[in-house]
């Protein structure tokens, strides 16, 4: 009947979706903004600890 009249079953029977589609939507927006902050504080300890290695390459090269 959905196909008959193109008219989704949702609206026959009266569903509400919008607020299932928006509470996904919400919760996928929370776990892509924790991963982006997990991956901030990842790069950022990377790049600190590459220039650690550096500044210790540097003064062993030095001191010989």
């Keep these: 009947m959905s196909k008959a009249f193109n008219v989704s079953i ?3 029977l009266n569903n509400d979706i919008q607020n299932i589609i928006v509470k996904k939507v919400s919760d996928t927006e929370i776990v892509a903004n924790a991963i982006m902050k997990v991956l ?3 790069s950022i300890a990377f790049v600190v600890f590459a ?3 550096i500044i ?3 003064i062993i090269v030095f001191m010989e």
């Design 10 to 12: 949702d609206d026959l």
């Design 40 to 42: 901030k504080v990842i």
């Design 51 to 53: 220039i650690i290695i």
């Design 56 to 58: 210790a390459t540097l």
